[in-house]
């Protein structure tokens, strides 16, 4: 099993920036993969980023691509999503998740999810 606890989150205003960590626990793999996704007012899940644990290598979806940036902490074991520049429109409850295995954007396949954080981007 692994645990997944967020931190973070709140409100800032449009063009600001907020950091969120995602600290794991428990039974975590040098070849796992953890993923960001939010999920907005009566929209599905978002794919956001991604990153996997042990080359490091990050992915992100194509509204955050050059505004956000997810890095890691093997020491703390925790993974970050730096938010820069924020819009409105990035307004979700965001969402950490893990699997022992390559990245994907499809939140179907993580196994494990932290339990959100809000965020509130205003104009």
């Known amino acids: 099993q692994v645990q997944l606890v967020q931190s973070g989150g709140g409100l800032v205003q449009a063009g600001g920036s907020l950091k969120l960590p995602c600290a794991a626990s428990?039974?975590?793999?040098?070849?796992?993969?953890v993923g960001w996704f939010r999920q907005g007012p009566g929209k599905g899940r978002e794919f956001v980023g991604a990153?996997?644990?042990?080359?490091?290598?990050?992915y992100y979806g194509d509204s955050v691509k050059g505004r956000f940036t997810i890095s890691r902490d093997n020491a703390k074991n925790t993974v970050y999503l730096q938010m820069n520049s924020l819009k409105p429109e990035d307004t979700a409850v965001y969402f950490c998740?893990?699997?022992?295995?390559?990245?994907?954007?499809?939140?179907?396949?993580?196994?494990?999810w932290g339990q959100g954080t809000q965020v509130t981007v205003s104009s």
């Open positions: 990153i996997d644990w042990s080359g490091g290598s990050t």
């Open positions: 998740a893990a699997r022992t295995m390559y990245y994907t954007r499809n939140p179907d396949l993580y196994d494990y």
């Open positions: 428990g039974r975590t793999s040098s070849n796992s993969a």
